[in-house]
């Protein structure tokens, strides 16, 4: 990858919309205007924590989806006040082992974040990548979710002090996802422990320790459950279906804020041999519009090359928010890359 900072994605999914607001400010207007009464603040701004209440009560997914947007949001350290004693004890990697002589020879050999013009990330926006890609992982029921949470905070421990040496002081502002630098470091230290979860033999039944509802102001209690992967779903498949899963879900909650708009990018005919390159190829040009404009990369644009045999539709991320952490993954030739799309 050149110093421009392109990056290069090969597009083999369909797109149905997207809108010329960004997640922030369209929930901001949901909010505003779907908020029942009750719900509602004196300058009419719905109260988050009420709404919260209003949803009900949380699934294990949910719970630990939510999980999840605490600790990338929190602190090295804060994370740790975060997680179970239960969490904190399981195996199977160590401190040590994140700090052992291998793991510090692939941090010397990793080439610099580069300093380059990037811009903020859209905060729900960011939210949705990461939870996307947490949450597909869940769906997989190929890891504990609780062991993953450990693996994760322990990886991502070890790797973030030198990742800031690397940049400079005041580089990185720790726990905003808003910001690129730190968002290329979380989101790196996610798909390395993904990788690694899903590459190390992942058991086909384990048991998993989830939430037991208990009263409010009391310690989050524990409980172990059975968990049984699909058994049509084999190791080596968990890498692909991660990626089809994490590309679905974005794509999904892209529909529901963005369907029916003026905005909505083209939908295409599989049917049609003619047409429907073009179709998809217009639908690409509007999602690199849409990821431009939620701070994913400074722009955005999308290219059909046919090479005799087949048409390959392009798409092309100037100075992505991803650009150091999916160099470093495709180097160390991790199983699955932080690409999104």
């Given at each position: 990858?050149k110093?421009?900072?392109?990056?290069?994605?090969?597009?083999?999914?369909?797109?149905?919309?997207?809108?010329?607001?960004?997640?922030?400010?369209?929930?901001?207007?949901?909010e505003?205007?779907?908020a029942?009464?009750?719900?509602?603040?004196?300058?009419?701004?719905?109260?988050?924590?009420?709404?919260?209440?209003?949803?009900?009560?949380?699934d294990?997914?949910?719970?630990?989806?939510?999980?999840?947007?605490?600790?990338?949001?929190?602190?090295?350290?804060?994370?740790?006040?975060?997680?179970?004693?239960?969490?904190?004890?399981?195996?199977?990697?160590?401190?040590?082992?994140?700090?052992?002589?291998?793991?510090?020879?692939?941090?010397?050999?990793?080439?610099?974040?580069?300093?380059?013009?990037?811009?903020?990330?859209?905060?729900?926006?960011?939210?949705?990548?990461?939870?996307?890609?947490?949450?597909?992982l869940?769906?997989?029921?190929c890891?504990?979710?609780?062991?993953?949470?450990?693996?994760?905070?322990?990886?991502?421990?070890?790797?973030?002090?030198?990742y800031?040496?690397?940049?400079?002081?005041?580089?990185?502002?720790?726990?905003?996802?808003?910001?690129p630098?730190y968002?290329?470091?979380?989101?790196?230290?996610?798909?390395?422990?993904?990788?690694?979860?899903i590459?190390?033999?992942?058991?086909f039944?384990?048991v998993?320790?989830?939430?037991?509802?208990?009263?409010?102001?009391?310690?989050?209690?524990?409980k172990?459950?059975?968990?049984?992967?699909?058994?049509?779903?084999?190791?080596?498949?968990?890498a692909?279906?991660?990626?089809?899963?994490?590309?679905?879900?974005?794509?999904?909650?892209?529909?529901?804020?963005?369907?029916?708009?003026?905005?909505?990018?083209?939908?295409?005919?599989?049917?049609s041999?003619?047409?429907?390159?073009?179709?998809?190829?217009?639908?690409?040009?509007?999602?690199?519009?849409?990821?431009?404009?939620?701070?994913?990369?400074?722009?955005?644009?999308?290219?059909?090359?046919?090479?005799?045999?087949?048409?390959?539709?392009?798409?092309?991320?100037?100075?992505?928010?991803?650009?150091?952490?999916?160099?470093?993954?495709?180097?160390?030739?991790?199983?699955?890359?932080?690409?999104?799309?």
């Amino acid at each position: 990858m050149k110093m421009r900072g392109f990056l290069y994605l090969r597009i083999l999914a369909s797109v149905t919309c997207v809108s010329a607001l960004s997640l922030s400010e369209w929930r901001s207007q949901q909010e505003r205007s779907q908020a029942p009464a009750a719900f509602k603040n004196q300058q009419g701004r719905p109260d988050s924590l009420q709404l919260d209440k209003h949803k009900g009560a949380y699934d294990r997914r949910t719970w630990l989806s939510q999980g999840i947007g605490s600790l990338v949001g929190a602190s090295i350290l804060a994370g740790s006040m975060l997680l179970s004693e239960p969490v904190l004890a399981a195996e199977p990697i160590s401190l040590g082992e994140a700090q052992n002589v291998g793991a510090q020879t692939k941090r010397l050999l990793r080439a610099k974040p580069p300093k380059i013009l990037r811009p903020r990330l859209d905060r729900d926006f960011a939210v949705l990548l990461m939870r996307s890609s947490y949450n597909s992982l869940d769906e997989l029921d190929c890891v504990a979710m609780d062991q993953f949470q450990r693996d994760f905070f322990i990886i991502r421990q070890a790797e973030y002090e030198p990742y800031v040496n690397l940049l400079g002081p005041g580089m990185v502002s720790q726990g905003d996802l808003t910001d690129p630098y730190y968002f290329d470091f979380i989101s790196f230290a996610q798909y390395t422990t993904i990788s690694r979860e899903i590459t190390q033999d992942p058991p086909f039944v384990f048991v998993e320790k989830q939430p037991v509802e208990v009263p409010e102001g009391e310690p989050q209690q524990f409980k172990d459950t059975v968990i049984r992967r699909d058994p049509s779903i084999s190791n080596d498949k968990l890498a692909s279906e991660h990626g089809k899963l994490v590309g679905t879900r974005i794509l999904d909650r892209l529909n529901e804020v963005f369907d029916n708009t003026a905005s909505a990018i083209p939908k295409y005919n599989r049917d049609s041999d003619e047409a429907a390159p073009f179709q998809l190829l217009a639908a690409m040009q509007q999602l690199a519009k849409l990821f431009a404009l939620n701070g994913y990369a400074l722009d955005g644009s999308a290219s059909m090359e046919n090479s005799g045999k087949q048409l390959q539709l392009s798409l092309t991320l100037t100075s992505p928010a991803t650009i150091w952490s999916g160099q470093a993954l495709s180097k160390e030739r991790s199983a699955i890359v932080n690409t999104f799309l």
